[in-house]
């Protein structure tokens, strides 16, 4: 059963600065990862997807990597702005043999916090 | 915006009582997911369907059925609510041309308190 994990739990920094976030996960057999935000009250929006195949995603001030064999993800966030503020969580997906549970696999979520 | 639209926003009710929380596209996905969000437990899959009147359980499936009849509406129904089941239902969608390894895209959430 995959299990993801993301630290830290929370995160607070000034306005300005490149941080990283982590998230890692235990079954390397995995399909995809993909990056979400969530502001207080609101829905996921979805940031970044990486395929298996893939090693990395750009978008604009966001970069994610994986890396399968270590069973690890960042989110690098550039530049950081008080509107990054929000909760990002990262989701694996992968394949059960014999069906069920094929879905998104949720880490608990990093809690960002840009001080202005 | 991926098209997604879930009904009721929010909604009260009774311990014991049915409730169908409806999921809604505009854009012919093929996949449709129902996720629950607790604190402490962050998300995790009720039920999923890949394609219509095909569904298959997710981690958190007791106590929850779902139908797909038509390929825009995945509704999920509490067949009798309890207190446990009051949390945030999201929806997804992925798989535009039948990839399921695609991006979820997630709707607004319907938060459901059960008394």
């Known amino acids: 059963k995959q299990e993801v994990t993301q630290i830290p739990a929370a995160l607070s920094v000034p306005e300005g600065e490149n941080l990283v976030l982590n998230c890692s996960f235990t079954d390397s057999a995995i399909y995809n990862l993909q990056w979400f935000r969530q502001d207080p009250g609101k829905g996921l929006t979805s940031l970044l997807l990486?395929?298996?195949?893939?090693r990395e995603q750009t978008s604009g001030r966001l970069n994610a990597s994986l890396d399968k064999s270590s069973g690890r993800s960042t989110l690098y966030i550039a530049a950081s702005q008080p509107g990054d503020s929000a909760t990002y969580l990262c989701?694996?997906?992968?394949?059960?043999?014999?069906?069920?549970?094929?879905?998104?696999?949720f880490g608990k979520g990093t809690h960002l916090i840009i001080q202005p | 915006d991926a098209g997604i639209t879930q009904s009721p926003r929010h909604k009260v009710t009774e311990t014991g009582t049915p409730v169908t929380l409806r999921c809604h596209q505009t854009?012919?996905?093929?996949?449709m997911y129902w996720y629950r969000q607790d604190p402490g437990h962050g998300l995790r899959l009720i039920h999923y369907?890949?394609?219509?009147?095909?569904?298959d359980k997710g981690e958190v499936s007791d106590g929850y059925s779902v139908s797909r009849s038509k390929t825009e509406d995945f509704l999920l129904t509490l067949e009798s609510a309890t207190s446990s089941q009051t949390s945030v239902y999201f929806c997804?969608?992925?798989?535009?041309?039948?990839?399921?390894?695609?991006?979820?895209?997630f709707g607004p959430g319907t938060r459901l308190t059960v008394l």
């Open positions: 369907s890949y394609g219509v009147k095909d569904t």
């Open positions: 854009e012919n996905h093929r996949y």
């Open positions: 990486i395929q298996s195949s893939q």
């Open positions: 989701a694996g997906y992968s394949m059960y043999s014999g069906g069920g549970a094929d879905g998104l696999t």
């Open positions: 997804a969608i992925s798989g535009t041309s039948g990839g399921e390894s695609e991006a979820q895209y």
